[in-house]
Structures are given as C-alpha cells and as structure tokens.
Nanobody, 127 residues
Framework: QVQLVESGGGLVQTGGSLRLSCAAS????????MGWFRQAPGKEREFVAA????????YYADSVKGRFTISRDNAKNTMYLQMNSLKPEDAAVYYC????????????????????WGQGTQVTVSS
C-alpha cells in the first residue's frame, strides 16, 4: 500500500518560512520523480515544484522560483519543500505526489502525470 504523508504546514506571517516534508512508504521511490502541488479555496490545483528521480534537476512554478526549494532524500524516502519569503497568495493546501512512470522526468508540471497523492497539509500566511 503506497502512502504519502505530508507534514510541516501551519500558520506563518508574511515573509516567514516553513519546511514541508513528504514521507513515502509502500514501494521504492528512488526511481520516480516527485512533485508538490497546491490548491487554494476556489482555485484549481496548481503545480509548485518537482524534482527528478535522481534529485539532480528541479523545476519550479514562476510564482515560487527563488523563494522555494525542493529536495529529496532517497535513503529516507522523503521529499521536502523549503518555503521562504512566504506571501499571503502562497496560502493553500499543499500536496505531494509521485509520478506515474519510473525513470521519467517529463511533464512534471502536469498533475495527471502523477499516480500517488498525499492528503495535503495546510499552509496559512497572515498579512
């Protein structure tokens, strides 16, 4: 049973930082790309960041580039999202996801490319 569990969300002031974690279990994840998406109330789920299966390449939405950093520790089956300089518009439920195909780093911004999803962690940014 594949399971993804996000943690690290919470309430932070504008300009503050949070570090999200995504702990994966149930299979080997070192050969699949992973990503973070978010969904704010009344909006569609959107791509935030992704990381290649080896961890050597990262991808970011323009809205978070330069402020967020994605990383992974394959030995721990865990992915992270360091979020700095948070803005009110970053407030959302953040979801981690595992790509459908192994050894494949294509179309990482497309949610349909991901097979497994976590339950999400809430990030609230006060102004």
């Amino acid at each position: 049973q594949v399971q993804l569990v996000e943690s690290g969300g919470g309430l932070v002031q504008t300009g503050g930082s949070l570090r999200l974690s995504c702990a994966a279990s149930g299979r080997t994840f070192s050969n699949v790309a992973m990503g973070w998406f978010r969904q704010a109330p009344g909006k569609e789920r959107e791509f935030v960041a992704a990381i290649s299966w080896r961890g050597g390449t990262t991808y970011y939405a323009d809205s978070v580039k330069g402020r967020f950093t994605i990383s992974r520790d394959n030995a721990k089956n865990t992915m992270y999202l360091q979020m700095n300089s948070l803005k009110p518009e970053d407030a959302a439920v953040y979801y981690c996801a595992v790509k459908r195909d192994s050894y494949n780093n294509y179309a990482l911004a497309i949610s349909s490319q991901y097979q497994y999803w976590g339950q999400g962690t809430q990030v609230t940014v006060s102004s």
